[in-house]
């Protein structure tokens, strides 16, 4: 097992330098300047206002210089429009892509502060959720780092999601005020303002060029934009990333503020700037739905004619507006930007449509995140047609057209009609968005090979049959810099010692550290730095929920959002089947294991709650078990943000990445996981299947159903009672949960999961791959214990993982899609 005690200094040990430097007279600067302070009367609030001032200088320096390169040399621009970006802190990523972490660290050294404390005043930007956001942020990191012309384009939520806390087992959303002490990376652009416009009705009028239509007596809205640097790593670059936050036209009405009126007298600023209030409104009721198709037409117009704006200052042939302009909707919720596009060019600019649609198809590429056809955006006509009125009208054209199209191709196929159709008329009309999406697309692109591969085959079968080609395949990555540099800077700095600083922008020279697996003494130094790793995350949870572990147990971590097909009950069967063992005395040579779940779940997914709270009644009486003792402990961390993920990623031994076969669109947190020097368990799914072909079967623990495999067992009548009955270990577990074992207060309370999975059909297969998920893990129990070959599996992980830097996505995005060249110098 591993010992504390156990690393001696070796030519593998980093070395460190404690010089100071001049950025420490610009730190004393701003903190009299800025902050307004002295040495002595500044808060650490005000530390790490004045560090992250000092560094925004550098980074505003080329930000300038990149605006006006782009408006000199004017290169296409890629335009990323996404619903989340979430970015997490801003500080230490910007010191460390701008190479002057170092200099920063040791002013501050000199000045009497500590980085790594100044680093933890800062909030994450709460502006997204989970995968989706994350990979939005990886992308701008990349595009910057490849001097990419581009722009993301989101919204400016006042809160995030929610911040989570737990209380009695179960989650509790609260507030995640995220902007109480302001935002120093952002800039707010009050010039920059644009109305969006809702409701009203069309009217039409005949001219001589044909129908008009005008859209009247709608209400508006403000759209003013912030503006948030992102800088590359080992760049001049700096791009941006737009973020809109909704203001009112008005203030408030001072008529009914001087009758005394004061609720009515703000009602409409507070109605408006609803629109950009929360991430991911609970759109459970018809208000819900109603505000979040606002934000998302919100954020899309805005956007849309911010691209205008900029491609008309240079421009006056529309032709040129592809060659200028490339558009990435990352998932359906811009999708509604190309109906805008469509809106702005032939109602506002005046084009003729049959113009006006070459050009948008043209523009606009799709980025599919999902296999699962209930997770497709869909909006009904009705709400649809009363908020938009005119892009409603849009849309019918665009169908109309495309279904023409498809009949004359495939004459007499009523069904394919139906089913290709923008607007679904079996289900109460509603508008299919990811149709949209295909049909005002040049390319849409799945991200994992197999998940591309399902696209063609069954989600979009029949769009890849009338759009041979369209659908391509571009495997998602993470950027190298935040989640190697930045979070595992032990990590990086013995890998800098043995190969060069060069995987920093290219992460395939991480392969030059095959040959040092067979090596122990660096074996023996990568298992020092994942202890100090796992005694870090260890402090980290004592600290958050109390519980004491031990970090030479084995880190058994699942941290993404809660949702039924990610499988984390799957997880919670093998727990509960390990303290069993443990308490009938069939597991005394146990390897010790720390199981750490983390992740939220949308506030009205009532299932996804219920497992949460299943967790932590679990772990409540697992840790307090003096029988199991530290044989095993479970452990919800709560509040699970970006600045968590850089502790537990580097912390982990185990990657939890179970989703059922054909589910999981790609999975990131496998990527950054293996990155860090965990090995992965996990079904072949999403990228879990590439990520095996790049590390090696022997270093991967595959379990359970294959894609086909599901499609079989399903097609031949899937009986979950056929597994309950015949494996005793897991009928155990199944009448403990549902017997009330966990829940001596409320017997009942996880009934329904008993029924979701017997009664209701088990529609993830969690008990089918239930014995083979259990064989894979004792596999996992049995390699732990000789930690010379856990480790050197540990390092081939990292070493074969470079596949899965965002910089080769974006690369791939870039010439494949984008048609878009880096401009350098």
Not at 161 to 174: C, P
Not at 206 to 215: K, L, N, Q, S
Not at 221 to 236: F, S
Request: net charge negative; glycine share 6%; aromatic share 10%.
């Amino acid at each position: 097992m591993i010992s504390s005690n156990a690393s001696q200094p070796s030519e593998f040990t980093p070395t460190v330098t404690t010089e100071k430097t001049p950025i420490a007279q610009a730190l004393q600067n701003h903190l009299i300047f800025s902050a307004f302070k002295t040495s002595a009367t500044a808060t650490p609030r005000d530390w790490y206002a004045t560090t992250a001032y000092t560094v925004r200088d550098h980074v505003v320096e080329r930000w300038v210089k990149t605006s006006e390169a782009y408006q000199e040399r004017d290169p296409k621009r890629v335009y990323y429009l996404s619903l989340e970006f979430l970015i997490g802190r801003m500080l230490s990523n910007a010191a460390l892509n701008l190479g002057i972490a170092p200099e920063v660290s040791e002013g501050l050294h000199a000045l009497g502060r500590d980085m790594e404390q100044v680093v933890e005043m800062e909030t994450d930007a709460a502006l997204g959720n989970g995968g989706l956001g994350r990979l939005a942020a990886c992308f701008l990191d990349s595009m910057a780092s490849m001097d990419i012309p581009g722009t993301g384009y989101g919204i400016r939520y006042e809160y995030g999601m929610f911040r989570q806390s737990i209380s009695h087992g179960q989650q509790i959303e609260n507030p995640d005020n995220w902007l109480r002490y302001g935002n120093i990376w952002e800039f707010q652009r009050p010039e920059s303002t644009y109305i969006v416009r809702f409701f009203g009705h069309v009217v039409e009028f005949p001219t001589e060029h044909g129908i008009e239509h005008h859209w009247v007596d709608s209400e508006a809205v403000v759209a003013m934009a912030y503006d948030v640097p992102i800088p590359g790593y080992g760049t001049e670059t700096v791009n941006n990333l737009r973020l809109w936050s909704a203001k009112a036209t008005r203030e408030f009405d001072l008529m009914h503020f001087n009758d005394g009126n004061y609720e009515k007298a703000v009602e409409e600023r507070n109605a408006t700037e609803n629109i950009s209030k929360v991430l991911y409104p609970n759109d459970t009721s018809v208000s819900g739905k109603e505000l979040r198709l606002k934000q998302q037409y919100f954020f899309v117009s805005a956007s849309i004619q911010d691209i205008l704006r900029r491609f008309l200052a240079n421009h006056h042939d529309w032709n040129m507006l592809p060659e200028k302009v490339a558009i990435q909707l990352n998932d359906t919720h811009p999708a509604i930007a190309v109906a805008e596009m469509m809106y702005q060019l032939v109602d506002v600019h005046r084009l003729e449509w049959s113009h006006a649609w070459k050009l948008v198809v043209k523009i606009f590429a799709y980025t599919n995140h999902t296999l699962m056809p209930e997770a497709l955006e869909t909006w009904s006509v009705d709400l649809f047609g009363r908020l938009l009125p005119r892009h409603l009208g849009i849309i019918y054209q665009i169908n109309h057209e495309f279904l023409q199209m498809v009949n004359h191709r495939f004459p007499g196929d009523t069904d394919l009609l139906s089913r290709v159709s923008i607007i679904d008329e079996t289900h109460g009309r509603r508008v299919r968005m990811a149709h949209l999406a295909v049909i005002g697309s040049h390319t849409v692109n799945g991200v994992a090979a197999l998940h591309s591969e399902l696209l063609k085959t069954t989600l979009f079968a029949d769009f890849n049959r009338i759009y041979p080609g369209k659908f391509i395949n571009i495997t998602n990555g993470i950027t190298p810099r935040r989640w190697l540099n930045q979070c595992n800077p032990g990590l990086t700095a013995l890998l800098a010692k043995v190969i060069g600083e060069g995987f920093h922008k290219d992460l395939s020279k991480l392969q030059g550290i095959v040959p040092l697996a067979e090596d122990a003494d660096f074996r023996q130094a990568f298992r020092e730095i994942k202890l100090q790793n796992k005694i870090r995350l260890a402090a980290r949870i004592t600290k958050l929920t109390g519980i004491s572990l031990n970090p030479n147990s084995l880190f058994d971590v699942q941290i993404k959002r809660i949702h039924e097909y990610k499988r984390q009950l799957l997880n919670m069967l093998h727990v509960i089947t390990l303290y069993n063992r443990i308490r009938s005395g069939k597991a005394e040579s146990i390897t010790p294991r720390t199981v750490i779940f983390g992740g939220k779940a949308a506030p009205g997914y009532w299932m996804a709650k219920l497992i949460i709270r299943l967790i932590n009644d679990v772990a409540a009486i697992v840790n307090d078990d003096p029988a199991v003792g530290d044989k095993l402990k479970v452990v919800f961390y709560p509040n699970y943000e970006v600045s968590a993920a850089e502790l537990l990623f580097p912390g982990s031994d185990l990657s939890e990445q179970i989703s059922t076969a054909g589910t999981e669109a790609s999975g990131t947190g496998n990527m950054k996981m293996a990155l860090n020097g965990a090995l992965t368990i996990g079904t072949l799914d999403g990228a879990n299947v590439e990520i095996k072909e790049e590390v090696g079967d022997e270093n991967i623990f595959i379990f359970g159903l294959t894609t086909p495999e599901v499609a079989d067992l399903k097609a031949r009548g899937y009986n979950p009672w056929d597994y309950y009955h015949g494996n005793e270990e897991l009928r155990q577990v199944l009448d403990m949960i549902a017997g009330g074992f966990f829940s001596v207060d409320e017997p009942d309370r996880y009934q329904p999961i008993f029924d979701t999975l017997l009664h209701k059909g088990d529609n993830y297969l969690l008990l089918a791959d239930y014995q083979s998920y259990i064989d894979a893990q004792d596999a996992v129990s049995k390699l732990y214990q000789d930690q010379e070959e856990w480790t050197r599996r540990a390092i081939l992980n990292v070493a074969r993982v470079g596949k899965f830097s965002s910089d080769r996505t974006i690369g791939e995005y870039a010439s494949h899609i984008w048609k878009v060249n880096p401009l350098r110098g």
